[in-house]
């Protein structure tokens, strides 16, 4: 009989430490009160196609962030969705056929952002700032864009964008 408790504890105790181990993709912002990990979904991860710099409408650069591109309609229908976080020296850059009034909404994208419309020279021409997660709202522009640009909420009121600014980006990833 001891030796059955015995057996039970120990797998009792292998089981618990398995829950407990550190997988690699937990962070100690990711730790509860009692020390185990709190594992977070992900959602997709960043894939980095090109840079894009933001500057200002007299010609001083803003800031140089990252870009990931969606310039066929499957990306674009799907874009920051299910994701949870992104650094704000990250974007997504949507590149559309033709300029025209455009629409975005929140609906499936887990956190706030800031949407920048922006016409066929790389002008600014409207922005949406703190744009609600999951919200499906519509979100339009308030002229013609060729470009959208999704960055985490707030980049445009810490980094100082305003619309009349500029975007300039170009392609890392070949194509």
């Not at 057996?7 to 009792?12: K, S, V």
């Not at 009121?157 to 619309?163: A, K, S």
Request: hydrophobic share 35%; net charge negative.
């Amino acid at each position: 009989m001891n030796r059955v408790k015995y057996l039970i504890a120990a797998l009792i105790a292998v089981g618990l430490t398995a829950c407990e181990g550190d997988s690699g993709s937990s962070t100690g912002s990711d730790r509860k009160e009692s020390g185990r990990s709190e594992v977070r979904p992900t959602g997709p991860q960043f894939k980095k196609e090109g840079e894009l710099y933001l500057v200002k409408a007299a010609g001083d650069t803003i800031r140089k962030i990252d870009i990931e591109i969606a310039d066929i309609e499957s990306e674009r229908t799907i874009g920051l969705m299910h994701r949870w976080s992104m650094p704000d020296t990250q974007g997504m850059l949507f590149i559309f056929e033709g300029e025209e009034p455009r629409s975005f909404w929140m609906h499936n994208t887990l956190m706030g952002l800031d949407i920048l419309y922006i016409k066929q020279d790389g002008t600014i021409e409207s922005i949406a700032k703190y744009c609600v997660p999951k919200s499906d709202k519509s979100i339009p522009s308030k002229g013609p864009a060729l470009y959208v640009l999704e960055l985490i909420e707030g980049f445009c009121d810490i980094h100082g964008v305003e619309v009349g600014d500029r975007i300039d980006f170009k392609r890392t990833d070949g194509k």
